[in-house]
């Protein structure tokens, strides 16, 4: 039985395991191969470095054990091919001198899991498996699809990938413009499962969220005339800057209008709205520089009383009308409830649900019980806030609509 890794440990492999994958691409070319290559090398620290202790270079120790488990296969597949001693001579000896590079491996990957050869889903969908550390069903219920379907197209990403004989490298620039809306969404989304987990027991993934601001950080070193960056970044450090607030000692969900703001973390405000300064005048506004605006307007309000709602609403309906997912119109239907009225945002749910554009989640039902009790409707808040708590797979969240149900359930009573 493989010991369970303490937290600390669980954060270094989690850092540590796109960088590894990263390396053997670049040897080995085979990613579904190098994919099982590196679990295995995290499988074999998990269960030895607790009684061992950590390595002076644990990256090292994990390309190590990783690529020896690759020049296996190799040497295997070879001499099914009797071609053993030519392949075992291209590959070489794997020495942890030659380990390090200059560049970034992680953002190489991304750049290399979103390339043109791949659809803008599938890419998005194998950058969060292979770099963002998310499971199928993780990634499957960010892009609203079933696990089987994910799974899937995941897989026939790798194969392309390992078909196309794409180069492990960062690409030329102007490659790097045409694949970077795909790259700025994986980041957005990592960044997402980050600030709030779609399951577990934790509502945050710290780890994450750090990992997503420091690669969009490297990104905009690579591009650093792109506002949309600016923007993206604007709106993670923002968002990341309420997380102290965000949970109370149990770890128990605190929503947004409940925060003490005095938690907030004004260092990352401030970066934030100078990087918002800076992002709106360059040019063609897009959707990360209005979201980030929009934080911004949250960060700004002394309380949530002051919230400009008008303001906030306004940019909604421009943000809708450029990128009108899902989660935009739920959002913007919340933000029309705060100007005009509950009546109005259940109005714009019920719509957002019978479009059948966000199946088997819980947003819809958790959004539409607020405003339910904010209009005075307490039974349907209640329904609705029971129906949210059992689509959720978020322990944090589940426990939090369960108790606001409750808490409805004994005022009526």
């Known amino acids: 039985m493989i010991p369970p890794a303490s937290p600390t440990l669980e954060h270094l492999l989690r850092d540590l395991a796109p960088r590894v994958l990263a390396s053997l691409l670049r040897r080995f070319r085979d990613f579904a191969a190098a994919e099982d290559a590196v679990q295995e090398a995290l499988l074999a620290a998990a269960s030895q470095w607790p009684a061992q202790g950590i390595p002076e270079n644990p990256k090292a120790w994990l390309i190590q054990v990783a690529a020896r488990r690759m020049a296996d296969e190799v040497r295997a597949a070879a001499a099914r091919r009797r071609r053993e001693s030519e392949t075992a001579a291209h590959l070489g000896v794997l020495s942890p001198g030659s380990l390090d590079t200059e560049q970034d491996d992680t953002l190489i990957l991304f750049f290399m899991c979103c390339h043109p050869a791949l659809t803008p889903s599938?890419?998005?969908?194998?950058?969060?498996?292979?770099?963002?550390?998310?499971?199928?069903?993780?990634?499957?219920?960010?892009?609203l699809v079933p696990e089987s379907t994910m799974a899937q197209r995941i897989s026939r990403a790798k194969q392309t990938i390992k078909t196309s004989k794409i180069p492990f490298a960062l690409p030329e620039p102007a490659e790097r413009t045409q694949r970077l809306r795909s790259v700025l969404h994986v980041l957005y989304l990592i960044f997402n499962e980050g600030y709030t987990a779609s399951s577990g027991d934790d509502l945050h993934r710290p780890d994450l969220a750090?990992?997503?601001?420091?690669?969009?950080?490297?990104?905009?070193?690579?591009?650093?005339?792109?506002?949309?960056?600016?923007?993206?970044?604007?709106?993670?450090?923002?968002?990341?800057?309420?997380?102290?607030a965000r949970t109370g000692p149990g770890g128990e969900l605190i929503p947004l209008d409940q925060q003490n703001r005095q938690l907030w973390e004004q260092s990352q405000i401030a970066e934030g709205l100078a990087l918002v300064a800076e992002a709106l005048p360059s040019g063609?506004?897009?959707?990360?520089?209005?979201?980030?605006?929009?934080?911004?307007?949250?960060?700004?309000?002394?309380?949530?009383?002051?919230?400009?709602?008008?303001?906030?609403?306004?940019?909604?309906?421009?943000?809708?009308?450029?990128?009108?997912?899902?989660?935009?119109?739920?959002?913007?239907?919340?933000?029309?409830?705060?100007?005009?009225?509950?009546?109005?945002?259940?109005?714009?749910?019920?719509?957002?649900?019978?479009?059948?554009?966000?199946?088997?989640?819980?947003?819809?039902?958790?959004?539409?019980?607020?405003?339910?009790?904010?209009?005075?409707?307490?039974?349907?808040?209640?329904?609705?806030?029971?129906?949210?708590?059992?689509r959720t797979a978020s322990v944090p969240e589940y426990t939090y609509l369960v108790a606001q149900a409750a808490r409805l359930t004994e005022g009526e009573s």
């Open 122 to 143: 599938s890419a998005i969908a194998l950058t969060l498996r292979a770099v963002g550390g998310l499971n199928t069903a993780e990634i499957a219920r960010a892009f």
């Open 284 to 390: 063609a506004v897009g959707p990360y520089q209005l979201q980030a605006a929009i934080a911004a307007l949250h960060d700004e309000a002394p309380t949530a009383a002051e919230t400009d709602w008008p303001q906030i609403l306004a940019l909604y309906e421009v943000l809708k009308r450029i990128s009108p997912n899902p989660v935009i119109v739920l959002n913007h239907a919340v933000a029309a409830a705060m100007v005009h009225g509950p009546e109005t945002g259940i109005a714009l749910l019920d719509a957002l649900e019978q479009s059948g554009q966000l199946p088997h989640t819980h947003r819809i039902a958790a959004a539409r019980a607020h405003l339910y009790e904010r209009a005075g409707n307490l039974s349907s808040a209640i329904e609705n806030y029971r129906l949210a708590a059992a």
């Open 210 to 244: 750090a990992e997503a601001i420091r690669l969009v950080r490297a990104v905009r070193q690579l591009v650093p005339a792109e506002p949309e960056i600016l923007g993206l970044l604007a709106l993670m450090l923002l968002t990341d800057a309420r997380r102290h």
